[in-house]
């Protein structure tokens, strides 16, 4: 049975960094999106950024330049580096791994990241 497990998540000041992982655990390959997605308190869950499996990657306008997105394959690992955070950042941070042959979809159990002086 495949988990993702989620880390980094936490308490950080405006202007402040955080980096979060994603890494799944039991059998999984070819996984060929990893994404993180966000949902704040009476908000819709929204995309941040996703990374394929070639390395091709796209960011929700809102974190353009402030977020990079990374994946190690070896290690069915994904991260997000998240810089010059914002009060608007405040959600609880989702991973997703999709792989499409088979249409299958795995979710983390989610961290809360709360951006607040």
């Known amino acids: 049975q495949v988990q993702l497990v989620e880390s980094g998540g936490g308490l950080v000041q405006p202007g402040g960094s955080l980096r979060l992982s994603c890494a799944a655990s039991?059998?999984?390959?070819?996984?060929?999106?990893m994404g993180w997605y966000r949902q704040a308190p009476g908000k819709q869950r929204e995309l941040v950024a996703r990374?394929?499996?070639?390395?091709?990657?796209n960011y929700a306008d809102s974190v353009k330049g402030r977020f990079t997105i990374s994946r190690t394959n070896a290690k069915n690992t994904v991260y997000l580096q998240m810089n010059s955070l914002k009060p608007e950042d405040t959600a609880v941070y989702y991973c997703?791994?999709?792989?499409?042959?088979?249409?299958?979809?795995?979710w983390g159990q989610g961290t809360q990241v709360t951006v607040s002086s």
């Open positions: 990374i394929t499996n070639g390395g091709s990657t």
């Open positions: 039991g059998s999984i390959f070819s996984i060929d999106v």
């Open positions: 997703n791994f999709a792989i499409f042959v088979g249409s299958r979809d795995y």
